[in-house]
């Protein structure tokens, strides 16, 4: 086996890698930068900058963009966004960051946000919602109130490191029962963290124990059989056999030394992860306990004693596996000893989720947002106020910015799916993506806008519903077919849309325009032979097991509140 010195005096050559690193310890202080370095940089790349950004003042690691609906992925704990089928994980090395307290990260592209706190100058991964080619902007504030900023962008692939391991490299006088645990950049192939990949050794031999990786993939512990010697050194390995999500592995060998104290030490705290979770009734979720000594040293968990204060909104089991069981909240404790850590575990109803597909708006929804400086939902767009009007009735709303790809994993998180615009072209595979999701039960607010200049809408074409031209005169809607989405409506403002030419035996119509109103579908600006008057510009149709409205114009749905808006979604909701 060939092994990079994680620690120890030298480096040997590693099989596949450019270069080695020579490095004689010589004082605790330099220690600790190299430990700083070797999470960040163990094979000497940084990552890619910006345009137009200074290279970073400090090391940061970003991981290439991960589908949450991969093998061994979980989702990240806070709510989908518009990058909602890829995330990326950033964390620093321990002592990056000297007296730093928090970082927040923004993606330039969507406007997402997310802050994490820094512990020991480092940070453990955090998923942030990202694909490649976005550029993440990185607020980095210590105690003094002082901040840096770096800006970095995604890259489309990236391997694996090690981003810390405890115990650290050369520590000396660690506790008997410290806990041997391995933190990674980015989520891990359980099937390739194993007792063959993460080794502990003593003397050159295999110290015989168990390996586990948190279902999130990012923490493996390595669990002894029988407590360690006394004053002896141990050697922690994680080989190259190790690969991430992927199937990228780590580039080299990573070893770590350390040497044990005489004694074990107590457990003075312990802490439940996460500290708060969010279920719905029927969810599951298993919790994390970690133990620590006085020091705030990390040690081998013990075995705890579960209990929930409401197990009538949440139980917990003695392996600490919560179940939601109905709306509320409830603590749940872990005991040892005369230890003790709690969890609130909030039980919410699911919201209904609305994603609203903009990703070929053609400068009607997001307008005036533009792709140079990115399309961020909180700020001012013509698709604001219908957005905004669903999320106070209670929805979780997700725009897409354009462009953005479509799939199935993506459109399956969402009750409804509102595609405003249709003026880019979309693949197969995302005609797809649509087809089966509707067809599985999934409702569809199909929105086209005037046809100048779109080329034809494969995504209605493929439901059998074509729009075409551009309205011209009068552009009221006021001519309806009984129907429940047609209840209550007298006169609607058509802004300037498409009229819909063809359509499936199975759909109805339910809304046309007023007999001042024609359609100019060789848009000329004249009605010629065989341009209708009072188009066709509303209907529905039942798809599979879901469910579609289809209307050639956007801009009529902004304004709210409005009975149409009410109407369809009560229909598409179903009795």
């Known amino acids: 086996m060939s092994w990079a010195r994680w620690g120890g005096e030298a480096s040997k050559p590693v099989r596949g890698v450019r270069r080695t690193i020579d490095v004689k310890l010589r004082s605790p202080v330099i220690v600790l930068g190299v430990v700083a370095l070797l999470g960040a940089c163990l094979d000497g790349r940084h990552e890619p900058v910006a345009p137009g950004i200074e290279p970073p003042a400090f090391t940061v690691n970003v991981s290439d963009p991960i589908g949450i609906s991969a093998p061994f992925v ?16 950033v964390s620093l090395a321990p002592n990056t960051i000297r007296h730093g307290l928090n970082i927040l990260i923004r993606n330039r592209n969507t406007g997402y946000t997310r802050l994490a ?11 942030v919602h990202a694909a490649t080619g976005d550029a993440l902007e990185l607020t980095v504030t210590d105690s003094a109130g002082a901040a840096s900023q ?5 890259s489309a692939a990236r391997p694996p490191i090690v981003v810390r ?4 490299p050369r520590k000396r006088d660690v ?3 410290a806990a041997i645990v391995v933190v990674f950049s980015e989520p891990m192939n359980p099937t390739t963290v194993t007792a063959q990949t993460l080794l502990l050794l003593h003397n050159g031999q295999a110290v015989a124990g168990a390996v586990t990786l948190t279902p999130d993939g990012l923490y493996a512990t390595f669990t002894p059989d029988a407590p360690f010697g006394a004053e002896a050194d141990y050697t922690l390995v994680v080989t190259t056999a190790v690969a991430d999500a992927g199937g990228q592995h780590l580039e080299q060998t990573v070893v770590a030394g350390f040497s044990t104290a005489a004694a074990a030490v107590p457990v003075e705290s312990l802490a439940v992860e996460p500290p708060v979770l969010t279920l719905a009734p029927g969810d599951t979720a298993t919790l994390r306990v970690r133990a620590f000594d006085a020091a705030g040293y990390e040690l081998q968990a013990p075995a705890v004693m579960w209990s929930s204060a409401d197990p009538g909104v949440a139980t917990v089991s003695p392996t600490g596996t919560v179940a939601g069981m109905a709306v509320g909240t409830a603590v749940v404790t872990a005991t040892a000893d005369s230890v003790s850590a709690t969890a609130t575990i909030q039980v919410q109803a699911t919201p209904r989720r609305v994603l609203v597909d903009a990703s070929r708006d053609g400068g009607v929804w997001w307008f005036p947002q533009w792709e140079q400086g990115g399309f961020d939902p909180n700020l001012d767009h013509q698709g604001q106020k219908l957005a905004n009007y669903l999320r106070a009735s209670g929805y979780v709303v997700d725009e897409l910015p354009r462009p953005y790809g479509i799939t199935s994993g993506l459109l399956n998180r969402y009750d409804l799916v509102i595609r405003a615009s249709g003026f880019g072209a979309y693949s197969d595979n995302e005609i797809a993506a649509y087809q089966d999701y509707v067809q599985n039960g999934g409702n569809l607010l199909l929105l086209a806008d005037h046809m100048l200049y779109a080329p034809l809408d494969r995504v209605a074409l ?16 006021n001519d309806f ?16 849309g498409s009229g819909v030419i063809a359509y499936p035996a199975t759909a109805q119509i339910i809304g046309r325009l007023s007999s001042g109103t024609y359609l100019d579908l060789n848009k000329n600006d004249l009605q010629d032979t065989g341009e209708p008057t009072a188009p066709d510009v509303l209907g529905v149709l039942t798809y599979g097991a879901g469910r579609i409205v289809f209307c050639g114009d956007v801009n009529m749905w902004e304004p709210v509140p409005q009975p149409l808006v009410d109407n369809v979604l009560a229909w598409l909701r179903g009795p």
Do not use: C, M
């Not at 990240?76 to 995330?87: G, L, N, T």
């Not at 770096?150 to 995604?154: A, G, H, N, Y």
């Not at 391991?165 to 650290?168: A, D, E, G, L, Y």
């Open 150 to 154: 770096v800006t970095l962008v995604v």
């Open 462 to 477: 493929s439901f059998g519903i074509e729009f075409a031209g551009i309205t011209r005169g009068e552009n009221l809607l």
């Open 117 to 127: 706190l820094l512990s020991a100058g480092g940070l453990d991964p955090v998923a």
């Open 74 to 89: 979980e989702s990240p704990p806070q709510a989908f966004d518009a990058r909602a089928d890829y995330v990326a994980y």
């Open 165 to 168: 391991s405890n115990p650290p």
């Open 481 to 496: 077919v009984s129907h429940p989405i047609t209840d209550r409506l007298t006169e609607e403002r058509y802004l300037v």
């Open 175 to 177: 506790p008997l029962n």
